[in-house]
């Protein structure tokens, strides 16, 4: 008997790469139980949904209740239409091939994994992977370097293309929506650790999803850099999770490598303003606050 699979998915003012997605989603080689999409933007996005030839379950949401609220939603809707798995999607990623959800599934059954997660590829690079992995103390972007070690186990990037055996959700929970954006998926792989959760990437599938090349800042060369995202909302949520996440797995090499990497990265650049900023916003988190949308951050 085949698993059934249903898709958790969330968009917020992507039509047309929501377009991209839901036709990949129609034309893979395992049918879907449903595709909970959950809508938080301004556009007319529920027609796109309708004429799509995916099972869509349309859900509007009127509040925006960030990456980790709204995968949170998805996921439960998934779930409640009685699917043994869910597949994660954002609406700027989409399956490279049609036999995507077949080969994970295959990989989970032959590994005995729980979860699956497949490479991320840059769009229209698809040689080049879009967030890197470190192999031997270095950053690697090269897809065939990683492509060749077949399965890497206790390591994945999520949330994109996560495949989740249902049941891990009332293990470890679903996505922490006070973390609101960036972090939630760090938080979720952390919580798979602790629970003993067989987790890994399968590497001879990929999702294709923008890079976030331009976010990777160098500090000391290749054995030491630091992300700073491109906008002052994205940075604060960043910088916060990052410094609540430390604390609260007691991440030491995290807290060493912020401690230095960033202080380090504003010296050299003479930017004490996003010095202040990155101070700012990491201490709250160490100390558990600032919690919430970004209503209540001023941004």
Same mark, same amino acid.
């Given at each position: 008997?085949?698993?059934?699979?249903?898709?958790?998915?969330?968009?917020?003012?992507?039509?047309?790469?929501?377009?991209?997605? /839901?036709?990949?989603?129609?034309?893979?080689?395992?049918?879907?139980?449903?595709?909970?999409?959950?809508?938080?933007?301004?556009?007319?996005?529920?027609?796109?949904?309708?004429?799509?030839?995916?099972?869509?379950?349309?859900?509007?949401?009127?509040?925006?209740?960030?990456?980790?609220?709204?995968?949170?939603?998805?996921?439960?809707?998934?779930?409640?239409?009685?699917?043994?798995?869910?597949?994660?999607?954002?609406?700027?990623?989409?399956?490279? &091939?049609?036999?995507? /959800?077949?080969?994970?599934?295959?990989?989970?059954?032959?590994?005995?994994?729980?979860?699956?997660?497949?490479?991320?590829?840059?769009?229209?690079?698809?040689?080049?992977?879009?967030?890197?992995?470190?192999?031997?103390?270095?950053?690697?972007?090269? !897809?065939?370097?990683?492509?060749? /070690?077949?399965?890497?186990?206790?390591?994945?990037?999520?949330?994109?293309?996560?495949?989740?055996?249902? &049941?891990?959700?009332?293990?470890?929970?679903?996505?922490?929506? +006070?973390?609101?954006?960036?972090?939630?998926?760090?938080?979720?792989?952390?919580?798979?650790?602790?629970?003993?959760?067989?987790?890994?990437?399968?590497?001879?599938?990929?999702?294709?999803?923008?890079?976030?090349?331009?976010?990777?800042?160098?500090?000391?060369?290749?054995? /030491?850099?630091?992300?700073?995202?491109?906008?002052?909302?994205?940075?604060?949520?960043?910088? +916060?999770?990052?410094?609540?996440?430390? +604390?609260?797995?007691? !991440?030491?090499?995290?807290?060493?490598?912020?401690?230095?990497?960033?202080?380090?990265?504003?010296?050299?650049?003479?930017?004490?303003?996003?010095?202040?900023?990155?101070?700012?916003?990491?201490?709250?988190?160490?100390?558990? +606050?600032?919690?919430?949308?970004?209503?209540?951050?001023?941004?």
């Amino acid at each position: 008997m085949q698993d059934t699979v249903a898709v958790a998915a969330v968009t917020f003012d992507r039509p047309d790469d929501l377009r991209t997605l /839901l036709l990949a989603l129609s034309q893979q080689s395992v049918p879907l139980a449903s595709v909970a999409l959950v809508d938080s933007g301004t556009q007319d996005i529920e027609g796109i949904a309708r004429e799509s030839d995916a099972p869509v379950n349309y859900i509007r949401s009127l509040s925006n209740l960030g990456g980790a609220g709204g995968f949170s939603l998805a996921i439960l809707s998934a779930m409640a239409s009685g699917a043994e798995w869910v597949w994660i999607m954002d609406d700027d990623a989409h399956p490279e &091939d049609p036999e995507a /959800l077949e080969t994970l599934l295959a990989a989970a059954k032959a590994e005995g994994l729980d979860v699956v997660v497949p490479l991320i590829v840059a769009p229209g690079e698809p040689t080049r992977l879009s967030f890197p992995f470190r192999l031997a103390g270095r950053s690697v972007h090269d !897809r065939a370097e990683v492509e060749k /070690l077949g399965i890497i186990k206790d390591v994945g990037q999520f949330f994109n293309g996560a495949l989740i055996r249902s &049941d891990v959700f009332f293990r470890v929970g679903l996505p922490d929506l +006070r973390l609101f954006i960036r972090g939630d998926e760090t938080d979720f792989m952390l919580r798979l650790r602790r629970a003993g959760i067989p987790f890994g990437t399968v590497t001879t599938v990929a999702l294709s999803h923008p890079p976030g090349w331009a976010e990777t800042q160098q500090v000391l060369g290749d054995r /030491l850099h630091v992300l700073v995202p491109e906008t002052a909302f994205k940075r604060y949520f960043y910088y +916060r999770n990052r410094g609540y996440l430390t +604390r609260r797995y007691l !991440r030491l090499k995290s807290l060493v490598a912020d401690g230095v990497g960033y202080p380090l990265y504003f010296l050299k650049h003479r930017d004490l303003r996003g010095f202040a900023e990155w101070f700012t916003a990491y201490s709250a988190g160490v100390r558990g +606050r600032g919690f919430g949308p970004p209503s209540d951050q001023g941004y």
